[in-house]
């Protein structure tokens, strides 16, 4: 399959990529690692006049705690993220989700940012950004902007990006002591997109209480989507079994599947439970160590 | 349409040639210089057929453009070894029978170089996963796990003679 006639352009730096796009029109896409958008060229369900390709920008690729925050540069691999000791020690959330995401050759290429940017429901980062809290950094031909991931996704491969808006940097609340995250996706096959998946993340005080949490789910939706009323039902508490039990009834009844070749709407309800129940049992267990 | 000239190094060799934007790296590869030995088989980035090494990292040649390899350094399976010789994987495939048909070898061998790369000392579930993005239709994968292990074996006593 060989993708409709377009025209490359290479950018070499923010500036002249955000130059090209204002040139170019709405009938330019950004490309950085190609694995969402190229298959879907392949296929003819995108046919972009112009390709501009950001891979070869510097300085955007980077792990890194700086302030209150973890910051991501948009470029980074799946990858680097996958081997990298900051995340593995700090942030094992991420290494379960990477595990699961596509194959090896595939995360060589797959970035952060153009998995998240992409606005697909199915992939396994916004999860986990829901889950994290993340802020989104952007660049544009307004200059640098600030998006909180609950704004940021607005429908099916749709996105508060801007044309023109390049996605810059992730930023995560930097991991605090008794806080804990973790993630999971029930697959057909290694390298699937999730029948589906939960990511959690719970921040726990001395006496145990539950501060702060985030539960994203993967693929159950037209948009990622948070599980705000589990959220409220922690939030505040000691997270007993009945609570994780209850959370996980809120999950199969919250989220809106649809039937597919990856399941029916009951199965995937069904192991929504389950997963939420595991990965709250999961993260607390590492909050707790 | 337009045209864009690029450079890379493929087996140690220099090539520049003219390509078009939309010119898929396998295509380039397989047509305009005629190594057939990176193969076609899904053509949508899932079976690993396809499997290269660009700057020493396994891609999937079907789902890469041409012209993103300008100044890249590119291995295919026919720059592993001196022409006569085997690589220790590809000796390892043929002492354990890690193939039937073959389609998938070329493959399953760039991409078990990036892992052994990576990752010199594999444990079985390493390596399973390491492959996992590679599909092979035939062995059932025992016999290619098995042909990952001796060659770790094998490679791990070169960098030893070496040191």
């Known amino acids: 399959m060989i993708p409709a006639n377009f025209t490359y352009h290479k950018a070499t730096s923010l500036k002249e990529a955000i130059a090209l796009s204002e040139e ?160 999971h996706k029930v697959e057909r096959k290694v390298g699937d997109y999730a029948t589906a998946g939960v990511a959690v993340h719970l921040e726990l005080d001395d006496d145990g209480v539950c501060q702060e949490i985030g539960i994203g789910l993967t693929n159950v939706s037209a948009v990622p989507m948070r599980l705000e009323r589990g959220e409220e039902l922690l939030r505040g508490k000691v997270i007993t079994d009945d609570l994780i039990e209850q959370v996980g009834v809120f999950a199969s009844e919250d989220a809106e599947p649809e039937s597919d070749l990856r399941g029916s709407e009951a199965y995937k309800r069904s192991i929504l439970k389950t997963i939420t129940k595991r990965m709250l049992n999961k993260a607390l267990e590492r909050a707790r160590q | 349409m337009a045209k864009h000239k690029v450079t890379m190094t493929i087996n140690g060799q220099s090539v520049t040639a003219e390509v078009d934007s939309r010119l898929l790296l396998v295509h380039f590869i397989r047509e305009n210089l005629d190594m057939t030995g990176t193969h076609i088989g899904c053509d949508t980035s899932s079976c690993g057929a ?14 890469y453009l041409t012209v993103r390899a300008d100044g890249a350094n590119i291995t295919t399976i026919e720059g592993i070894a001196a022409d006569g ?36 000392n594999p444990t079985e579930k390493e390596i399973r996963w390491g492959i996992s993005g590679n599909l092979c ?25 070496t040191v």
């Open chain 1, 24 to 183: 170019l029109g709405e009938e330019a896409k950004y490309m950085s690692g190609g694995h969402s958008l190229l298959p879907m060229m392949k296929l003819r369900f995108a046919t972009p006049e112009h390709i501009i390709d950001i891979s070869k920008i510097d300085g955007l690729s980077y792990i890194k705690e700086e302030g209150d925050y973890l910051k991501i540069g948009a470029l980074t691999t799946q990858t680097e993220l996958e081997h990298n000791s900051l995340l593995k020690d700090k942030y094992p959330i991420f290494g379960d989700a990477i595990w699961l995401t596509a194959d090896p050759s595939v995360r060589n290429c797959g970035t952060i940012g153009g998995n998240i940017a992409h606005g697909d429901a199915a992939n396994d980062q916004p999860a986990l950004m829901l889950a994290l809290r993340a802020t989104i950094i952007a660049h544009g031909a307004d200059g640098e902007k600030s998006i909180p991931i609950d704004e940021f996704f607005h429908g099916f491969y749709m996105t508060a990006l801007e044309p023109g808006d390049i996605l810059t940097e992730i930023q995560i609340p930097k991991s605090k002591k008794n806080s804990g995250g973790a993630y």
């Open chain 2, 50 to 63: 396809c499997t290269i090494l660009i700057d020493g990292k396994s891609v999937k040649s079907c789902t």
């Open chain 2, 85 to 120: 010789t085997n690589h220790p994987l590809q000796q390892a495939f043929h002492d354990q029978h890690g193939l039937h048909c073959g389609f998938c070898t070329p493959g399953m061998i760039m991409r078990s170089i990036d892992l052994l790369n990576t990752n010199p």
């Open chain 2, 137 to 161: 239709r035939c062995t059932g994968y025992n016999n290619i796990v098995k042909s990952v292990q001796q060659a770790a074996k094998e490679m791990a006593k070169e960098t030893k003679e």
